[in-house]
């Protein structure tokens, strides 16, 4: 199945598989204002995944959106050559980073923006999962009736709430939680400009000395602003967004303090149309992906 299928019409039901449960999204794009219509986790009872995919009760299409260890995400520099030999330069220029062999993986890319500024070689994004995984995961939905049109990847997920919330000629940074640490993304444009994983976990929120927990984080996050800088010749970010969890705000007072740019906390109300789930900031960490993925746009480029 090919990453970033682009049609997708009506309300677009979004998941997560977990360790033990299911993180989910249905979002309604054929309003003005895209409207949440449901969001929240499905246990899982021991390996039933089918039983509790089915939960679900998604009657449109479907996307998966898959973990971070079940791909590579690779920045390059774009290979000079006609549009459509791009993926197959791709899939042998990022050969060596892979643990599989390029045959037996599905690839895509991902244009980066270029303002005509910029002087340096365009690059793009390179994303690549195993055939066996992306066939064990659409056997998987089938079974559960699911009408799987999409697979995804957290960091376009993050990008598609970013492009909602971006300003015109200003680049957007976004901290997130998954299961692998702090997710950091930049974008600009509507399109994912960096994304980088932070080895830090959430828990730090519920120790007492937070300054000292922040403090390898924040050199992290300084240090990819100052890379975005150069990269992309003076681009302002215009600030930093925090993604909604528990103790948020302890979080963001722990950054604002040494970050020159402002740190808010993302407020989901203006991405989108909550109404329908008026408590969403009190949603579970990762449905924050799942909603970033059923609010997918139809002319997202790769």
């Known amino acids: 199945m090919r990453f970033f299928r682009?049609?997708?019409?009506?309300?677009?039901?979004?998941?997560?598989?977990?360790?033990?449960?299911?993180?989910?999204?249905r979002v309604d794009r054929r309003v003005a204002v895209p409207r949440l219509l449901a969001a929240g986790e499905v246990a899982v009872a021991g390996e039933n995944?089918?039983?509790?995919?089915?939960?679900?009760?998604?009657?449109?299409?479907?996307?998966?959106?898959l973990r971070a260890a079940d791909y590579r995400l690779r920045l390059v520099d774009a290979p000079n050559v006609p549009a459509d030999e791009l993926k197959a330069a791709v899939r042998w220029q990022i050969q060596?980073?892979?643990?599989?062999?390029?045959?037996d993986g599905t690839f895509d890319v991902l244009a980066v923006p270029h303002p005509e500024h910029l002087s340096h070689v365009r690059q793009l994004f390179a994303v690549a999962a195993r055939n066996t995984l992306l066939a064990d995961e659409t056997a998987l939905a089938l079974a559960a009736g699911l009408d799987l049109k999409i697979i995804?990847?957290?960091?376009?997920?993050?990008?598609n709430i970013a492009a909602r919330l971006e300003k015109p000629g200003r680049a957007l940074a976004i901290f997130s939680f998954i299961e692998s640490g702090g997710l950091l993304t930049l974008s600009l444009d509507g399109e994912l400009c960096m994304a980088r994983t932070l080895a830090v976990n959430p828990a730090i929120l519920d120790g007492g000395d937070l300054g000292a927990a922040l403090e390898r984080p924040t050199l992290e996050i300084q240090r990819t602003l100052d890379h975005f800088d150069r990269q992309f010749g003076g681009i302002p970010v215009d600030?930093?967004?925090?993604?909604?969890?528990?103790?948020?705000?302890?979080?963001?007072?722990?950054?604002?303090?040494?970050?020159?740019?402002?740190v808010e906390v993302l407020s989901l109300a203006e991405v989108l149309d909550t109404s329908a789930l008026p408590d969403v900031a009190a949603l579970p960490p990762a449905c924050f992906h799942a909603i970033g993925a059923a609010l997918r746009r139809e002319d997202t480029q790769p």
């Open 49 to 65: 995944w089918r039983e509790a995919l089915a939960n679900l009760h998604a009657r449109g299409p479907a996307s998966l959106v």
């Open 239 to 262: 600030r930093l967004l925090l993604a909604p969890l528990a103790q948020v705000e302890r979080l963001r007072e722990g950054l604002a303090a040494n970050l020159a740019l402002p």
């Open 6 to 25: 682009r049609k997708a019409e009506g309300g677009l039901t979004a998941y997560l598989r977990l360790a033990d449960r299911i993180a989910y999204a």
């Open 96 to 103: 060596d980073q892979l643990d599989f062999h390029a045959d």
């Open 152 to 159: 995804d990847i957290i960091e376009t997920a993050q990008r």
